[in-house]
């Protein structure tokens, strides 16, 4: 089965550090890129920050570009999201989901992999 | 890319159609004619699921009573007989460029 499994979230305060963490499985991870998505308490969807496979590529949303660093290890199966500078405003919950698939040519299937997401509050 | 859904809210008694409006900012074509636009299902509680992708191809395991259509910056999610497990927040996403932007969400009552 293919799944992902986040971990790593807990209670910051302003300005502190978190390390999220990303398990995947069912899948051959290292072919596909990886996203963080977030949500806000009774908001909607964010997307924060993508990884390609082989890390060519890391994206990033104005609002976390330069606190955020989203890294991965393919021989762990894991993505990592790196959050310094916290803010009040990045409390929410944080989702992984699986994106392209990388062949050597690229194929998008959308978001189709979720893991249940792990709770970062700053506070 | 700003991505605007209409309406936020939507009541549709079980049997009835519904329909969902996405409208890009910015074209969503890419290569081969292809527009990336996904639409997703979150249900009271759960973690976000995938009904769409490319506009119109639906995710594995999701009923043919979801379909998706349009192109360039005008998209519609259709769920042609709604029922009662189709209650939830559903979201348009592009994944035409990064950073890739949800519209606001259209919650679903029945």
């Known amino acids: 089965e293919r799944q992902v499994v986040e971990s790593g979230g807990g209670l910051a305060q302003p300005g502190g550090s978190l390390r999220l963490s990303c398990a995947a499985s069912?899948?051959?991870?290292?072919?596909?890129?990886m996203n963080w998505v977030r949500q806000a308490p009774g908001k909607g969807l964010e997307w924060i920050s993508s990884?390609?496979?082989?890390?060519?590529?890391?994206n990033y949303v104005d609002s976390v570009r330069g606190r955020f660093i989203i890294s991965r290890d393919d021989a762990k199966n894991s993505v990592f999201l790196q959050m310094s500078s916290l803010r009040v405003e990045d409390t929410a919950v944080y989702y992984c989901?699986?994106?392209?698939?990388?062949?050597?040519?690229?194929?998008?299937?959308?978001?189709?992999?979720w893991g249940r997401g792990t709770t970062v509050t700053v506070s | 890319i700003v991505m605007t859904q209409s309406p936020l809210s939507l009541s549709v008694s079980p049997g009835e159609a519904a329909s969902i409006s996405c409208i890009s900012s910015?074209?969503?074509?890419?290569?081969?004619?292809?527009?990336?636009l996904d639409w997703y299902l979150q249900k009271p509680g759960q973690t976000p699921q995938l009904l769409i992708y490319?506009?119109?191809t639906r995710a594995s395991g999701v009923p043919d009573r979801f379909s998706g259509s349009g192109s360039g910056t005008d998209f519609t999610l259709r769920i042609s007989r709604v029922e009662a497990d189709d209650v939830g927040v559903y979201f348009c996403?592009?994944?035409?460029?990064?950073?890739?932007?949800f519209g606001q969400g259209t919650k679903l009552e029945i």
């Open positions: 989901a699986r994106g392209t698939l990388d062949t050597g040519r690229y194929y998008y299937y959308g978001l189709d992999v």
């Open positions: 069912g899948f051959t991870f290292s072919s596909y890129e």
């Open positions: 990884i390609t496979s082989r890390s060519h590529d890391k």
């Open positions: 910015q074209s969503l074509l890419g290569s081969k004619g292809k527009s990336y």
């Open positions: 490319l506009s119109s």
């Open positions: 996403m592009q994944a035409r460029q990064t950073p890739r932007t």
